[in-house]
């Protein structure tokens, strides 16, 4: 592998960045897409997006030449605003499912060790710690406070974000009175409010789990958040 190669996949880390490393087989020769975008110019493109999709690399074979397509991803990351109970099924599901987790909440009552061992916590106002952590397109966002204070300046930096996931709790009525508090916002509909796939959970177990569904649906089909409202309340 040539330095300049190895250079470009440490810089894709570092950048939180996916980068594609292309080998033909036969010659060894390498080629690397990045940074990689639904824009970029390949006669593979569409095989190479879906892969990056499935974090999975594959090898490609055409008139005779295969050439070997590895997808190297940024992490997982799963970004929770509100230590609340939901938050606390979430947090281990999420973990088991591959995500780092962070969950931010600014009352030390609720965010704290004791709560959530083993467990990035941070104290902070939900907007500075979002945009301190900066949600890449491996990140889901998730606002479980309940409480525009927290919610709303949460959202104001999410939304803009690559995030490929953005969900808020709340009843159809109050994700209604959530979308008109924010109307000056572009893209609200990438809110997947109220939270989750509507699978008529009732506790916070059940919550946690469509919320981990609605997630690995946007993560592995796409953005199909518009076709998960339904009330959990």
């Known amino acids: 592998m040539k330095r ?12 939180k960045q996916t980068i594609v490393l292309l080998t033909d087989m036969e010659t060894g020769q390498q080629d ?5 975008s639904p824009q970029a110019e390949h006669p593979l493109l569409e095989q190479i997006l879906a892969a990056v999709r499935d ?8 008139a005779g030449k295969q050439t070997f397509v590895q997808v190297y991803n940024p992490p997982l990351r799963l ?6 109970h939901i938050s606390q099924f979430l947090v281990p599901m999420a973990r088991m499912a591959g995500y780092d987790v962070t969950v931010i909440d600014p009352r030390r009552a609720f965010g704290n060790a004791e709560r959530f061992p083993d467990c990035s916590i941070l104290n902070d106002w939900p907007d500075e710690a979002l945009a301190e952590l ?8 998730v606002i479980l406070t309940h409480d525009p204070k927290l ?3 949460a959202l104001e930096i999410a939304l803009p974000s690559p995030a490929f996931y953005i969900g808020a709790l709340g009843s159809k009525r109050t994700h209604a009175k959530r979308l008109e508090r924010l109307k000056h916002l572009p893209r609200l509909d990438r809110i997947d409010g109220p939270v989750g796939l509507d699978i ?7 919550i946690a789990l469509s919320i981990l569904g ?3 649906a946007a993560l592995r089909q796409g953005d199909n958040q518009g076709d998960n409202q339904g009330d959990k309340k």
């Open 55 to 62: 974090d999975r690399s594959f090898i490609y074979e055409t």
């Open 151 to 153: 919610d709303d300046p």
């Open 214 to 216: 609605a997630i690995t």
């Open 200 to 206: 008529g959970a009732k506790s916070p177990a059940e």
């Open 79 to 84: 970004v929770i605003v509100g230590a609340v």
């Open 32 to 36: 690397t897409l990045f940074p990689l």
């Open 134 to 141: 900066k949600p890449d397109h491996r990140t889901a966002v």
């Open 4 to 15: 300049s190669t190895l250079d470009q996949l440490v810089r894709s880390q570092q950048e």
